[in-house]
């Protein structure tokens, strides 16, 4: 261990890793199109066995995803619920901040879900992602991740008596 990286680590100063942070970022948008593209074998792939997350469902309720396996259930269910629904989904990423060291990375995601009902109605939430990866076998898994809504949602028109 050089100097310089024995003082940053007993500084508790991370090593961050540029060259990698493309590749983080690929793969956070990979696995995130994979979901909106309904692919589960993709999305799957992009998280580790012991993934956590909070994210919502379609409804705009809170659920927390205890496991790789609970994950893939709610995944499930949403892909189940669009096609259902005769809906595309489509994400527009508007920015993606991610830092990395070696081994360990997280990322600020800011977008907006779409989704196209068969009837040509669309709606759109503007969104947050925080995710957390790790490096598996030469490959970045997701182990954490947090949606939210970046802005309140609309309340429904109240009908009238």
């Known amino acids: 261990m050089d100097i310089r ?17 493309q590749e983080v970022r690929a793969q956070v948008e990979r696995t995130m199109d994979a979901f909106v593209s309904m692919d589960l074998d993709a999305f799957k792939a992009g998280l580790a066995e012991d993934v956590v997350a909070f994210e919502m469902d379609l409804e705009g309720k809170p ?24 809906a595309n989904l489509k994400l527009d990423i508007q920015s993606s901040d991610c830092h990395v060291t070696s081994t360990l990375a ?16 669309a709606m759109s939430q503007p969104s947050r992602n925080s995710v957390v ?14 949606s939210s809504l970046a802005v309140p949602p609309v309340p429904s028109p109240v009908a009238k008596t």
Do not use: P
Request: hydrophobic letters at 40%; a negative charge.
């Open 106 to 121: 997280y990322c600020t995601v800011e977008f907006d879900f779409k989704a196209t009902m068969a009837d040509g109605s």
């Open 133 to 146: 990866l790790r490096k598996d076998d030469d490959c970045w898994k997701w182990m954490h991740w947090h």
């Open 5 to 21: 990286r024995e003082e940053n680590a007993m500084s508790g100063t991370a090593q961050w890793n540029d060259a990698a942070m």
């Open 63 to 86: 659920v927390r995803l205890g496991s790789r396996d609970d994950a893939v259930r709610f995944a499930e269910e949403i892909f189940a619920q669009v096609k259902k629904m005769g």
